[in-house]
């Protein structure tokens, strides 16, 4: 009988040689050890040896970092740093718990339309965002010179601490708002009921029990903000640039490729420093988010949390809520609109006696320009998808095999989160002129593509992981009885039911992969411009039309994917 | 088909111990059931069979085939056991149709499509679901997807047939069904079965033997009349059936050879007929079952006090649709009786008989 033969040969099939699971399985760790180590070690490595690590005999001492914490500049750099990130952290989380709470559960106007808007930011590049608001915020910007036009003196100034702190929180805000508002919203009605049960007013209920109940969310976003808000680029270079106020990302960044030849020790013992510092912060994360995670994941219950009633404050908050988004996003968007497409933007004239179309012009016009986007593009899809199948591989074999070193796997896949994407960038370089036979890719948009995958891998982890430890592991013991080996399971059954969780890794890695351009500064090279340099190159020359036509095509691109992924992608889900 | 011999098996999960060296074989074609309460080691013993779960020591051989043998460190991956596993969720794949779901272990045979469809057409009329074929299996009802369950079990022939709780799932009417259904097919197919339960009606309605294990070990193997009539430790004669149970003393041997055990609630002593002999003073456990303790005079009146017979005072009843259950007291003791009698008076006369006593030494501990 057929049935028979099949099952002999089944059997028969599978003795040969060494195991098809194992070559899979080892492979995959051992290409993630590389992938993960190959940034970490030049990093380290470099900040101890007293010239480049190319150049031969290099002498192992403590030498850079001594000079570093000598350079009253780095002392500045520490002290700057700490401050923005401080005040950024304040202010992102103020801003969105009050949003959560106003949003998730009062009376307010319009809500739902709100609560989405809240979180578009999330879709825009820093660097956009601080393009925007130096072109309607700066000294010299429009809506700045437009008030000063009125009232004979400025009233603010952009390019201070408090200023960048503002821009970066306005950006960072969402994250807040989102970890605060899935706990707003599932708040248990029980303990508000039981407040008001011994009389409690619904103002004393909100600040002894609602806004008490969140903190586990406040403080995990307030870490992950911090530690954001000091590794970022974008918001110290484009307007801590202009007056010399230097931050760590910044200083890297200058000392890198400001001097005729770069200080690479001084750069990596800061940037060990750097990372040192992150690490300890993920760390203080991840112990917040075992205790997080039991508020957050309360989900699912059939009773609606009470909503607040505000009464005739209801249109007042719902002003200031608009105000606060006119004056946050929407004039720096309308900015950046009027900037794309006049001559001169200035409040003196009306801005349509300079309309034009040159700024989209130039950048069609060179084909180095027009390069940085279909790389950018390019690298968002591909890496996207990539990234995406290699991470789901990746969880396959930490969460779903007899893997010996599984464990290690796991941890491996989460370890980048500790990494900057500037060091990614410098970890990156190294590693590709060390290895030789991996300088083929090096100035290469290839290239580019690994060490942005290796940045968003606990990105893509995140989005697949939890899915993976809901489908029971009754499923593959089913299949591996009936006769299937470890990788057909994982094909015809998990890589199947992940489907969902594949498709929205792919979107989440889109987005990021399409703004990130902190990992590309050392590694891009004429060939493999992205959008983010290419915009910061135009910033630099004082070119702002060109950056606002960048600025608004890359809104453009996400706006797109973001709808095109919401419509195509909405998989029919299996219980 | 070959007998399965499980031989020392043994699994630890740190520091407990799962499985404690047991043995058993389970012959060809025979049902047998592993009994015993949850963690008592059934499943992990069950899995370690399927080759879902490596054992830490033993010997697994189905026929002449080595499943594992911790000596040689032979360990067959589950995918080459050829073994059909029904599991406590059924373990439907929810992207495959019931049809796909069958045919998935036929294509990884690489069986012709011809012959694939042939043979699923039959297995769905077997568990009677060809109507079915089409739907997902979230379109089922927990009974039918039960069935696509076991027909994905035997649809590729498998040597030895495995089933982890199948019927849990299921409420008290269509578990009956099923069981009989089970049964069956099992008894058309003539497959050697393993079947992992903690329900003892399962355990006895359905097997050729049954295996009640505790904490890891095996406490004893035998058809389900044997283990129901003569549990070896009280721990099965509770676990199977209820049972009463009484802390006595041997006083020593009585006429015929019965030994004579002082009750501890009792004034009379009780004279058992048992196989097992016990030195004088020893501490016991007598065990009897309430449906075999039986009425002698329902009057409440004097009568002989001839052989195991006691007075005792109805405490309660309580009906059970084809019979009652008394609480009696007797002396200081607590004894359970079912009977169908309506019994009218408050004291009666019953009888222990004494073949339908169990001796069983006491624990020490």
Redesign the interface.
Known sequence: ????E??Q???AQ??LGIRKEHLIQYGVAGLTACLVLAPMLPVVYSSFLDRPLYDAGGIVSLDNYIRLFSDPAFHKVIGNSFAFATLTTLLSVVLGVVMAVLIGRTDLPGRSILGEIMLWPIYLSPLVVAFAWVIMYSPAGYVTLFVKHRLHFQPWNLYTIPGMAMVAAVALMPIAYLYCSSSAAVADPALEDAARSVGAGPLRILFSVTLPLMRPPILYSAVLIFTIALEALSIPLVLGGPVGIDFFASFLYNRWLGGTQPDYGLVGAAAVVLLLLVTVLVLLQNSLLRNAARFVTVRGKATRPHVFKLGWLRWILFVFICLYMLGAAVLPMAGLVMQAFTKFLTPLVPPWQFLTLENVTVIFSYPAYVRSITNSILIALIGGILTTLFVALIALVAHRSEFPFRRVLDFLAIYPRTMPGMIVGIGFFWALVMVKPLGTIRNTIWGLMIAFGVRYLPTAFGAISPMLTKI?T??D?????????WW?TCR??LL??LKPALYSSFVLLFIQLIKEYGSAVFLVAPGSEVMGLTMLQFWVQGETGPVAALSLLQVGITMVFVFIGRRAFKEKI?? | MPDLMVKNLHKRFGEVVAVDHISFTVRDGEFLTLLGPSGCGKTTTL?AI???DRPDDGLIRVGETTFFDSVTGDFV?????????V???Y?????MTVYENLA???R?????KE?RSE?IHEILRLVELEPYKDRYP?QLSGGQQQRVALG??LV??PTLL?LDEPLSNLDAKLRERARSWLKRIQGQLGITTVYVTHDQTEALVLSDRIVVMREGRICQTGTPQSIYASPTEPFVADFIGTSNFFRGQIAGVGEGGAIVVNLEGADQGLKIKTGKSFAPGTHVTVSIRPEKVQVLDQSGGAAPPAGNCMKAKVLDRIYLGARYRYRLKVDHMIVRMETEIELPAKTVWILLPSDACAVFEADTT
């Open positions: 009988m057929l049935v028979k099949g099952t040969r089944l059997a599978n003795l029971g009754e499923l013991y089913a299949a591996r009885t009936v006769g299937a080996d057909t015809e059954i199947k039911l299996y219980a | 899995f399927a080759g879902l991956v589950p995918e080459q056991r050829n073994c059909g596993m599991f406590q969720s373990a439907l794949w929810p992207h998935f272990p036929l990884l045979r690489k069986v012709p012959e043979r979230h994905r079990a590729y022939s495995l």
